[in-house]
């Protein structure tokens, strides 16, 4: 039997649309093997797979480096220079979030050798499994949970949308257009600097906007994903999600039941912000308080700052408006609601289409402000970061005055995913088998 290796991503957002993969991976007598973050165990091992937690890796202190860095950044902003400032603010970026260093490949490689995989699945966000695989020479599979951006894609439109990716449209007119053009040649010098300065493991600029592995996998779906981040098509396969995905769920608490009868006459809005994202109070202040003035109705998703909103729900007197919990029933509020203000996930964004909720987009990460481009260029929905950092009641108009028409799009989408029952599963199996032989 035949073992495969995950490298997967501690996000629930990543691990979801593993499940259809995996369990083909086991029908089809793969071993299948997951590094996981030990929050996600129950959800692996009920694909069938075994979980591994990551090895605890010793992690280097760069807070005094990082606090070096922020008095630079400082500096060069009150002296307006402004190239220089931004040099630092990515470079904090690059050594927070691309630091590996030889030990931690090290303890993770005598992992590997002990599972002896065939195959190694590696989500595009890990940094170790590139590396690991070209040292031990093990075939990698690349996966990505949301549509792939890469270099092709950029160079599209390369001073706007690498503007974008790094929230820096408002600084296109401040660093000049050449600066954005070249950005991944400036990326590039960035890491270089911090790889011989730290002496770390070298690690390509904008890792996460690649995949090159003999075969590369995208959990998104063909209606949504751009062509032009598609070199060779034969590498790349296009995972839509199954129905199954869309199943509203069965248990529901009677008092959202209650407060959505209460307000059948009335447009809904669902406001979440994803899986791993907590908004502070000012946020939620600046929301409810256009929640208010606008005599809107509300249902809010808030995770961990559950206790702050319903103090501020209180103190608004807004009981009547606005719904909130830690998690809610996503699949089942959208079939209720009339509009989605969201980060713009990859899962939630294709819920939204599923049930024809028009989208307001608030994006956290790069990713997200891209699937914010898309949807506004797809008509969808709004995002409030595509052109400048617009405010809630700018973006909110924009729908409404398009909501028509934005809906009628949804529609044609929704109903291209239900309708959508390409097994590509099936030519994946034979691909593996055929890498198997060679």
């Known amino acids: 039997m035949k073992t495969i290796l995950f490298f997967t991503h501690k996000h629930i957002s990543h691990i979801v649309p593993l499940s259809e993969l995996i369990q083909c991976l086991v029908s089809h007598k793969f071993r299948v093997v997951c590094f996981g973050d030990i929050q996600n165990i129950e959800k692996i091992e009920n694909m069938g797979a075994t979980f591994v937690s990551y090895p605890e890796l010793q992690t280097v202190d760069h807070s005094l480096i990082l606090s ?9 902003t ?28 090290s303890v993770l490689t005598e992992y590997v050798k002990k ?45 706007f949308l690498n503007a974008l990716m790094v929230r820096g449209v408002h600084l296109i007119g401040i660093l000049g257009e050449e600066y954005f053009k070249n950005f991944w040649e400036k990326e590039r010098e960035i890491y270089n600097d911090v790889h011989n300065e730290l002496s770390c493991t070298p690690v390509p600029e904008l890792t996460q906007f690649n995949m090159n592995g003999e075969l590369n996998l995208i959990f998104s779906s063909e209606i949504l994903q751009p062509e ?15 129905l199954d995905r869309f199943a509203i769920e069965n248990d529901i608490s009677d ?14 809005i669902y406001i979440a912000h994803g899986s791993y994202l907590n908004e502070g109070a000012d946020y939620y202040k600046l929301l409810l308080s256009w929640i208010k003035e606008n005599d809107i109705v509300a ?45 713009g996930g990859i899962n939630s964004v294709m819920e939204s289409i599923y049930f024809s909720v028009p989208m307001i987009i608030n994006p956290v990460s790069a990713e997200q402000r891209m699937n914010g481009y898309l ?54 199996m034979k691909s593996l088998k055929k890498l198997s032989n060679e």
């Open 299 to 343: 249902i809010i998703s808030c995770g961990k700052s559950l206790n702050l909103v319903k103090d501020l729900i209180n103190v608004l007197d807004l009981n009547k408006l606005v719904y909130t919990d830690s998690f809610l029933p996503q699949k089942y509020i959208l079939s209720k609601s009339d509009l989605f203000i969201t980060t």
């Open 228 to 242: 032009s981040s598609i070199i060779d098509k034969k590498r790349y396969i296009t995972f839509s999600p199954t």
């Open 115 to 159: 599972i002896s995989p065939s195959f190694i699945f590696h989500d595009v966000v890990d940094l170790y499994a590139p590396i690991i695989c070209e040292r031990l020479g093990i075939t990698r599979i690349d996966y990505i949970t949301n549509n792939l951006y890469n270099r092709s894609f950029f160079d599209c439109d390369p001073v």
């Open 68 to 76: 070096d860095i922020d008095k630079k950044f400082v500096v060069a």
């Open 78 to 105: 009150k002296s307006y220079r402004f190239e220089e400032s931004y040099y630092f603010l990515l470079k904090k970026g690059a050594i927070k979030k691309h630091y590996i260093t030889e030990e931690e490949i």
């Open 375 to 428: 949807i506004e260029k797809l008509n969808l929905g709004m995002s409030q970061f595509n052109t400048k950092n617009r405010s809630l009641d700018e973006v909110f108009k924009l729908v409404m005055d398009n909501n028509k028409k934005i809906i009628d799009n949804m529609k044609n989408y929704s109903n291209r995913i239900i309708n959508n029952n390409d097994d590509k599963l099936e030519g994946l």
């Open 255 to 268: 008092s959202l039941k209650e407060f959505i009868s209460n307000n059948k006459n009335r447009e809904i």
